[in-house]
């Protein structure tokens, strides 16, 4: 298992929903969770409010269907999973706490720092993306500790069994040659001007009308850095909005369609892509990451022991779960 890979995906460890924010959408309804007892776990309560609230969005949508089947099926989907995950971290934690292998504040620190870093987050910019995905600052820490809890327990426990040999790792570099053969890059800059997530349509109106005026002087030639100097809200601002060079599934899926449709010198318009509009401008673009076996080997391992660590993981669950005292009380979770 791979930390920095656990961490990337941090932010959608509670919902479904991509880690970056996705655009604004309709607002959500304020939750009226009814609490009851939904399971014990080794005696442990895990109330229903604790499952919606770890079901995030995915129980929002739910909520929101007209009352009916339809809406009771989706709601029996999104309490199921999120139970599925909230049992896990029940099993692992308690195992963490045995073996004396509890994240400590500073490593939580360390990892929302990475996060936000690989992001392009600021504090205001990573809390409106957990407010997208219906989740607050104290729920995200848990994760996070969870997560790293997780892994070290799964170093100690399932790492010693993935086994791998450089034959191995040659088979499949010779059966996935599309993954090593490079791919197109673009070297991106941006301007960023924020939203909120609640804005009125009057504040969506002032900051489209101020991004309206930023793409005029770009197009009368003004130079982007400069301008992304001067005007954007984004950590990038102070490099000239300079994101570097970019492959696909690298950033925001809306941004990345808008900044690949893009020719060389060429300017979007607006994009609006989670709290904010974007100005995107393609530099130039190159084939790169073309890799041979010897420079894709230790990527090659590391997937492969991802995939490996994925399933004993798997196993490990199973027989914890096999051996924990688990009592459904919600109709809902008994449904298979």
Known sequence: ????????????????APAVPPA????????????????????????????????????????????GAEREKARAAALRRAFDLVLADKLFEAQAKELELEASDAQVDAAIGDIKKRNGFDDAQLDAALREQGIDRATFRGQIKRELQTYSLLQYKVRSKVKL??????AYYQS???????????????????????????EVARVTAEGQKVLQRLRTGEDFAAVAKEVSKAPTAVEGGDLGWLKRGSIQKSLEDAAFALKDGQLSGLVRA??????????????????????????????????QGERYRDQYLAELRKDAMIDLKLPELKTP
């Open 24 to 67: 604004p959408s309709a607002p959500k309804p304020e939750r009226r969770v009814v609490d009851r007892v939904a399971a014990t776990v080794n005696g442990e309560v895990i109330t229903l409010s604790d499952l919606a609230r770890r079901a995030g969005t995915e129980w929002d949508r739910a909520e929101r269907l007209p009352a």
């Open 1 to 16: 298992m791979n930390a920095p890979l656990l961490l990337s995906l941090a932010l959608a460890a509670a919902t479904p």
């Open 274 to 307: 989670g709290p904010g509009l974007h100005i995107l401008r393609v530099e130039e673009r190159r084939l790169g990451g073309a890799k041979s076996f010897e420079q894709a080997k230790e990527e090659i391992r590391e997937r492969l022991l991802n995939e």
């Open 176 to 202: 996935h040659p599309k993954e090593f053969a490079g791919e197109t890059e673009i070297h991106v800059r941006h301007i960023f001007l924020p939203l909120p997530g609640d804005a009125s349509e009057g």
């Open 165 to 170: 040999t450089d034959e191995d790792l040659k």
